[in-house]
């Protein structure tokens, strides 16, 4: 196969598949003028190149396409769903075409009159009836792999010269155009113009290579760093730092041109959602957010397959029917949304839907059917544990496997997958509501952080992501105790189970008495489950090089993998999630165990909370909630640059602003480093600078003091001294960014605030800050787990809501919580990040008492105290 014909394959498998998204967009939208152009240049341009090697019947097919498209760019056509779906039938022709000449390098011989006659009807203006020939399945064809898979370096587009009309050709025989860097469709949910964008192709071969030269490098650099250590020579320090700093900076590098938009997985989705929804006589709403999120191109073609067979169980058998929906209250459209966004090194992937939820009885009914379990057993498992049953391998609830799918057929393979690239899989599902399922991924696979342990004499790496903190056991730590010979600790009034790594690996089968009174132990978490595992020595984290496991020891389930240590020697990478399935270990709290089995994991103000503890401008500590704090950076003195008197520092592609913390700055002498805090949410970021970082700590939030220090939210007693906490919300101001906008304090001691924001940012920003001011705060991050709580019988004084979440809105839930029930008459504040004309009206609409902009606390605390001062019956 030439090159000619390759670049033409690579090319023409990309603009199909944009093809399929701009149709659906088009379909939604008839008039949208500029995604009707790229279609038809798109479709233009695989004709003319067709025309141009040569591909006969490539050119007939696209040729009579082009000609449909045509009168409806022009107008003298109204663009149909039908005439929608004859299109899209062509485009599936011509993949099936394009995938067997790739194959074979030649057209396949083949009939394509029927097809072909339908789309000239269509251009006569005649209509369009009986069913659309198809060249390939109806529901969810199969597109292709390219040639060549590309990545794309963008560079700074040219705006596109105006195209000159086409004029419009008979339909067969078709005429030859000469051939156009095909352009994609503009992405759903747009309406202007499209630009494109010229690329440089690069194979995936050669990028594999620079990854493989970039993993050994590091290898390199840990052994260089390791011989330092130990030899303490000076001399070789500073350039060994800079050589550091350079691997660090060029394995990043590196590490962006694997990195793709988790939008190039769900792309056919939306098709497959159409077929779907037309074979099944169905109404389905496919809602697609945080498509921009990217992660590891590895590790996206892994999730590609469970992702498809988990959004057709939700439309087969998740969504119901439109009577069923009619007849239960809900709207006739389904909805099935897909949400990605990053959390902790992590990639978090939602996939859910309104519709039926699974159904406890059911699946009680088959466990104990299949001989699963007992009776008794199953009367004391909670309602979750009875869920994650649909994950046995061959369990379904559904009544007859369909064609399409079968809840729970296949789930066992979904779940397989996911933990093969150590992710973790959970789900949250209410009868008659919906199901949403929740997938935890890592960012790459190729190299990772990890922590170096010492078991039984031999060393091993866990990866820095499944680590929640180190335990030191005994020696004035936390004891290990013996319940029924199995080991536990007692950490934080949860009773962790342990696991004694060098006996699971039978690496020191009789330990020497008291030998477990020392130690550390890795507390470690698996999906909800939560337990520690015994190691003899901590020694450091290290970027490590992540190797397959070897076939011969692919049985062992507890490794994920090897690598090599900066000293050359190889050990193995444990997995927390074998290590949990071949122990059948694990722990929740007893809090988390009740707001699991309820439907929710809501944080109240009232529990302890993680702190970051740190010093700045004076002796006394200071505190910010850990999950407020995105990064720690250690940044060298030179990476330090100040415009119009603010420091900056570009960071990941962009510049971010410096806040100095000690109320004056002086730059940081030459060779030395600035402890920085990052804080970040979606594109924006605001670096604090700091003198030291002491700990990280649990402790119980009760800030007491005075609240008129600008910058500090009050006094608490933390780890036995006093310590400032911060008002996050102050020093994010002083970035000069749009975080926040300025805005009188009330307290209203002993008042039950219940919290319902899907951000986690802003939880944690608000739920001290309203503490502080007196309230009782519960918060929630969705709508549909704070109704969960008044199905429960909670009782709260005021709701503050967010407008924008997933699933059931702020909109949405004012509504339900007027419609009747116990908070029919609460007090409601609206929060949002929009102000847009009218929006306060359409807040009061839906049932809010009033409205503040997102975040502006001095506002919400306003807001407050006015809200609760109106009797009941407002």
């Given at each position: 196969?030439?090159?000619?014909?390759?670049?033409?394959?690579?090319?023409?498998?990309?603009?199909?598949?944009?093809?399929?998204?701009?149709?659906?967009?088009?379909?939604?939208?008839?008039?949208?003028?500029?995604?009707?152009?790229?279609?038809?240049?798109?479709?233009?341009?695989?004709?003319?190149?067709?025309?141009?090697?040569?591909?006969?019947?490539?050119?007939?097919?696209?040729?009579?396409?082009?000609?449909?498209?045509?009168?409806?760019?022009?107008?003298?056509?109204?663009?149909?769903?039908?005439?929608?779906?004859?299109?899209?039938?062509?485009?599936?022709?011509?993949?099936?075409?394009?995938?067997?000449?790739?194959?074979?390098?030649?057209?396949?011989?083949?009939?394509?009159?029927?097809?072909?006659?339908?789309?000239?009807?269509?251009?006569?203006?005649?209509?369009?009836?009986?069913?659309?020939?198809?060249?390939?399945?109806?529901?969810?064809?199969?597109?292709?792999?390219?040639?060549?898979?590309?990545?794309?370096?963008?560079?700074?587009?040219?705006?596109?010269?105006?195209?000159?009309?086409?004029?419009?050709?008979?339909?067969?025989?078709?005429?030859?155009?000469?051939?156009?860097?095909?352009?994609?469709?503009?992405?759903?949910?747009?309406?202007?113009?499209?630009?494109?964008?010229?690329?440089?192709?690069?194979?995936?071969?050669?990028?594999?290579?620079?990854?493989?030269?970039?993993?050994?490098?590091?290898?390199?650099?840990?052994?260089?760093?390791?011989?330092?250590?130990?030899?303490?020579?000076a001399?070789?320090?500073?350039?060994?730092?800079?050589?550091?700093?350079?691997?660090?900076?060029?394995?990043?590098?590196?590490?962006?041109?694997r990195?793709?938009?988790?939008?190039?997985?769900?792309?056919?989705?939306?098709?497959?959602?159409?077929?779907?929804?037309?074979?099944?006589?169905?109404?389905?709403?496919?809602?697609?957010?945080?498509?921009?999120?990217?992660?590891?191109?590895?590790?996206?073609?892994?999730?590609?397959?469970?992702?498809t067979?988990?959004?057709?169980?939700?439309?087969?058998?998740?969504?119901e029917?439109?009577?069923?929906?009619?007849?239960?209250?809900?709207?006739?459209?389904?909805?099935?949304?897909?949400?990605?966004?990053?959390?902790?090194?992590?990639?978090?992937?939602?996939?859910?839907?309104?519709?039926?939820?699974?159904?406890?009885?059911?699946?009680?009914?088959?466990?104990?059917?299949?001989?699963?379990?007992?009776?008794?057993?199953?009367?004391?498992?909670?309602?979750?544990e009875?869920?994650?049953?649909?994950?046995?391998?061959?369990?379904?609830?559904?009544?007859?496997?369909?064609?399409?799918?079968?809840?729970?057929?296949?789930?066992?393979?979904?779940?397989?997958?996911?933990?093969?690239?150590?992710?973790?899989?959970?789900?949250?599902?209410?009868?008659?509501?919906?199901?949403?399922?929740?997938?935890?991924?890592?960012?790459?696979?190729?190299?990772?952080?990890?922590?170096?342990v010492?078991?039984?004499?031999?060393?091993?790496?866990?990866?820095?992501?499944?680590?929640?903190?180190?335990?030191?056991?005994?020696?004035?730590?936390?004891t290990?105790?013996r319940?029924?010979?199995?080991?536990?600790?007692?950490?934080?009034?949860?009773?962790?189970?342990?696991?004694?790594?060098?006996?699971?690996?039978?690496?020191?089968?009789?330990?020497?008495?008291?030998?477990?009174?020392?130690?550390?132990?890795?507390v470690?978490?698996?999906?909800?489950?939560?337990?520690?595992?015994?190691?003899?020595?901590?020694?450091?984290?290290?970027?490590?090089?992540?190797?397959?496991?070897?076939?011969?020891?692919?049985?062992?389930?507890?490794?994920?993998?090897?690598?090599?240590?900066?000293?050359?020697?190889?050990?193995?990478?444990?997995?927390?999630?074998?290590?949990?399935?071949?122990t059948?270990?694990g722990?929740?709290?007893?809090?988390?165990?009740?707001?699991?089995?309820?439907?929710?994991?809501?944080?109240?103000?009232?529990?302890?909370?993680?702190?970051?503890?740190?010093?700045?401008?004076?002796?006394?500590?200071?505190?910010?909630?850990?999950?407020?704090?995105?990064?720690?950076?250690?940044?060298?003195?030179?990476?330090?640059?100040?415009?119009?008197?603010?420091?900056?520092?570009?960071?990941?592609?962009k510049?971010?602003?410096?806040?100095?913390?000690s109320?004056?700055?002086?730059?940081?002498?030459p060779?030395?480093?600035?402890?920085?805090?990052v804080?970040?949410?979606?594109?924006?970021?605001?670096?604090?600078?700091?003198?030291?970082?002491?700990?990280?700590?649990?402790?119980?939030?009760?800030i007491?003091?005075?609240?008129?220090?600008?910058?500090?939210?009050?006094?608490?007693?933390?780890?036995?001294?006093?310590?400032?906490?911060?008002?996050?919300?102050?020093?994010?101001?002083?970035?000069?960014?749009?975080?926040?906008?300025?805005?009188?304090?009330?307290?209203?001691?002993?008042?039950?605030?219940?919290?319902?924001?899907?951000?986690?940012?802003f939880?944690?920003?608000?739920?001290?800050?309203?503490?502080?001011?007196?309230?009782?705060?519960?918060?929630?991050?969705?709508?549909?787990?704070?109704?969960?709580?008044?199905?429960?019988?909670?009782?709260?004084?005021?709701?503050?809501?967010?407008?924008?979440?997933?699933?059931?809105?702020?909109?949405?839930?004012?509504?339900?919580?007027?419609?009747?029930?116990?908070?029919?008459?609460?007090?409601?504040?609206?929060?949002?990040?929009?102000?847009?004309?009218?929006?306060?009206?359409?807040?009061?609409?839906?049932?809010?008492?009033?409205?503040?902009?997102?975040?502006?606390?001095e506002?919400?605390?306003?807001?407050?105290?006015?809200?609760?001062?109106?009797?009941?019956?407002?």
């Open positions: 196969m030439d090159d000619l014909l390759a670049d033409f394959l690579t090319e023409t498998n990309e603009g199909l598949g944009a093809l399929d998204v701009a149709l659906l967009k088009l379909e939604k939208a008839p008039d949208d003028r500029p995604t009707l152009s790229e279609i038809f240049r798109s479709v233009h341009t695989i004709k003319g190149t067709c025309g141009f090697l040569g591909l006969s019947r490539l050119e007939k097919v696209a040729h009579a396409a082009e000609n449909v498209l045509g009168r409806y760019r022009d107008g003298s056509l109204r663009v149909t769903p039908e005439g929608i779906t004859l299109i899209l039938s062509a485009i599936d022709a011509l993949k099936v075409i394009v995938a067997a000449l790739e194959a074979t390098g030649s057209e396949p011989p083949g009939q394509d009159g029927a097809l072909i006659a339908q789309l000239d009807a269509a251009w006569r203006g005649e209509p369009i009836g009986g069913a659309v020939p198809a060249a390939a399945p109806a529901a969810a064809p199969a597109e292709p792999e390219p040639f060549i898979d590309p990545f794309e370096v963008a560079v700074v587009p040219e705006a596109p010269a105006a195209e000159a009309p086409v004029p419009e050709p008979a339909p067969p025989p078709p005429a030859a155009a000469p051939a156009e860097p095909a352009v994609a469709a503009a992405p759903a949910g747009g309406g202007g113009p499209v630009a494109q964008t010229q690329t440089i192709r690069v194979s995936v071969d050669v990028l594999e290579d620079l990854m493989t030269l970039v993993s050994e490098l590091v290898l390199t650099r840990n052994q260089l760093l390791q011989l330092v250590r130990a030899r303490s020579d001399g070789l320090t500073v350039p060994l730092q800079r050589l550091s700093h350079i691997t660090s900076e060029l394995q990043e590098g590196v590490m962006k041109t990195m793709q938009p988790i939008g190039n997985a769900w792309q056919k989705l939306p098709r497959i959602v159409r077929d779907l929804a037309n074979e099944l006589n169905k109404k389905i709403e496919l809602v697609m957010k945080g498509a921009e999120t990217e992660l590891d191109r590895q590790v996206l073609e892994l999730i590609k397959d469970p992702l067979h988990m959004v057709r169980n939700s439309g087969d058998h998740g969504l029917t439109p009577e069923q929906r009619r007849a239960a209250g809900k709207p006739e459209l389904g909805r099935i949304t897909l949400n990605a966004y990053h959390e902790g090194g992590h990639i978090i992937i939602e996939i859910g839907d309104d519709g039926r939820g699974l159904s406890v009885e059911k699946i009680k009914a088959k466990v104990l059917g299949q001989g699963l379990t007992t009776e008794a057993e199953l009367a004391g498992m909670s309602e979750r009875v869920q994650h049953f649909i994950f046995r391998a061959g369990f379904s609830t559904a009544a007859a496997v369909t064609s399409v799918s079968g809840r729970g057929v296949g789930m066992d393979v979904v779940k397989t997958n996911v933990e093969k690239i150590g992710g973790t899989i959970e789900l949250r599902s209410v009868e008659g509501k919906g199901t949403t399922f929740f997938i935890k991924i890592p960012l790459t696979l190729a190299i990772v952080s990890a922590l170096i010492e078991a039984g004499g031999e060393r091993f790496a866990i990866p820095q992501i499944g680590v929640v903190e180190l335990v030191r056991a005994g020696g004035g730590g936390s290990i105790e319940i029924d010979q199995t080991p536990v600790m007692r950490l934080r009034d949860r009773l962790l189970p342990l696991v004694s790594l060098s006996r699971l690996l039978r690496l020191d089968e009789v330990p020497a008495p008291g030998e477990e009174d020392g130690g550390f132990v890795v470690t978490q698996v999906g909800p489950n939560v337990f520690g595992i015994i190691v003899d020595k901590v020694f450091d984290t290290e970027e490590i090089v992540v190797k397959p496991v070897a076939p011969i020891l692919r049985h062992v389930s507890m490794f994920s993998g090897n690598t090599i240590l900066g000293d050359g020697s190889v050990i193995m990478i444990l997995d927390p999630n074998g290590i949990a399935r071949a059948g270990v722990a929740d709290g007893p809090a988390e165990d009740a707001a699991r089995d309820s439907g929710f994991a809501g944080s109240r103000s009232t529990e302890r909370t993680a702190l970051l503890l740190f010093r700045a401008g004076d002796d006394t500590p200071k505190a910010v909630p850990l999950g407020l704090v995105s990064r720690l950076e250690d940044l060298p003195a030179d990476s330090i640059e100040v415009s119009g008197g603010q420091p900056l520092v570009q960071y990941r592609g510049l971010m602003p410096l806040v100095p913390m109320g004056h700055w002086m730059p940081p002498a060779g030395t480093r600035q402890a920085v805090l804080f970040s949410d979606e594109q924006r970021a605001m670096g604090l600078m700091v003198d030291s970082i002491l700990d990280v700590v649990e402790e119980q939030l009760a007491e003091g005075a609240q008129d220090r600008p910058g500090f939210l009050g006094n608490a007693v933390i780890c036995g001294k006093v310590t400032d906490v911060m008002d996050c919300a102050w020093w994010l101001r002083q970035a000069g960014d749009d975080w926040f906008k300025p805005t009188s304090t009330a307290t209203s001691p002993g008042k039950r605030v219940l919290l319902v924001e899907d951000s986690a940012f939880r944690h920003l608000l739920v001290p800050g309203l503490t502080a001011a007196g309230y009782e705060v519960t918060a929630v991050d969705t709508g549909a787990q704070a109704l969960r709580l008044r199905e429960q019988g909670a009782m709260f004084d005021v709701i503050v809501s967010d407008i924008e979440m997933p699933d059931l809105d702020g909109f949405g839930l004012a509504r339900a919580v007027r419609e009747g029930g116990l908070w029919q008459e609460l007090p409601m504040i609206a929060m949002s990040s929009h102000a847009e004309p009218g929006h306060g009206q359409r807040c009061r609409n839906a049932g809010f008492t009033t409205d503040v902009g997102k975040s502006d606390r506002a919400l605390l306003s807001a407050l105290r006015d809200s609760l001062s109106i009797p009941a019956g407002f």
